[in-house]
């Protein structure tokens, strides 16, 4: 579904992606992970629009579609959970699940509100609440239902464990545990590399804004040079 190939984003002078490929198979959940600054947040901007890369191919369904505009790149179904949440804090819940499906003209609205109300029971039971005054962990789920309102096609998620108390890191994996064994696709982006690793197919290991090993996620759990520098020493 998605193929990156040589893909190169620089900030003014600075290179913070320098030549990565990887790619996405359709109902795969693929993972980046790596340390802070290696890379993984930029090269989720740039697939989604928000960066422009400076050299490079990002084929979506066969479409290259670098350089595009964030909503032209959202229109065609790929939807990004950024870092931080990025809820609109002044509106309630409902309303910010209303604003993923902005772009949509079909009639199906109401039903996929329902079933992220299904999904996420906690939201449901705020749904008039204004968003600002959730939990972290609250609005980290807000913000991957605002995704799903959109009917992804691939979901990208943005460090989604980052900030959260171990509790909820949990319930948010088993979500996107949940979402993988009904088929969606997914990209995920993830600095704890341990649970990353436990619910993806296939990983990529980001370093100095490279691919520094690749493989099954299976695979990867086991290597002694990834359990030293993502898992620590006691792994």
Do not use: C
Not at 56 to 67: H, L
């Amino acid at each position: 579904m998605l193929a990156v190939r040589d893909l190169h984003t620089y900030y003014g002078g600075i290179a913070a992606l320098r030549g990565i490929s990887f790619d996405v198979p359709r109902g795969g959940l693929v993972a980046l992970v790596g340390a802070n600054g290696a890379g993984k947040s930029t090269t989720l901007n740039t697939i989604s629009g928000l960066l422009a890369p400076r050299h490079g191919t990002i084929r979506f369904e066969g479409r290259d579609i670098a350089g595009w505009r964030a909503e032209r790149v959202a229109a065609l179904g790929l939807v990004q959970v950024p870092e931080g949440r990025q809820i609109v804090a002044p509106l309630t819940v409902e309303e910010n699940l209303l604003v993923g499906a902005y772009t949509r003209r079909d009639g199906g609205v109401r039903a996929d509100l329902g079933g992220v109300y299904d999904r996420f029971p906690r939201l449901a039971e705020r749904r008039a609440q204004i968003a600002g005054s959730l939990s972290g962990g609250e609005q980290q789920m807000l913000a991957i239902g605002r995704a799903l309102m959109a009917r992804p096609k691939l979901l990208m998620l943005d460090e989604p464990s980052l900030g959260l108390a171990p509790l909820i890191v949990q319930e948010v994996f088993r979500v996107v545990a949940a979402l993988k064994e009904q088929g969606a696709t997914i990209l995920l982006v993830e600095q704890n590399a341990r649970k990353a690793l436990a619910i993806a197919d296939y990983a990529y290991v980001l370093e100095g804004g490279e691919i520094g090993q690749a493989g099954p996620a299976a695979v990867l759990r086991d290597d002694p040079r990834i359990l030293e520098a993502y898992l620590g020493r006691g792994a």
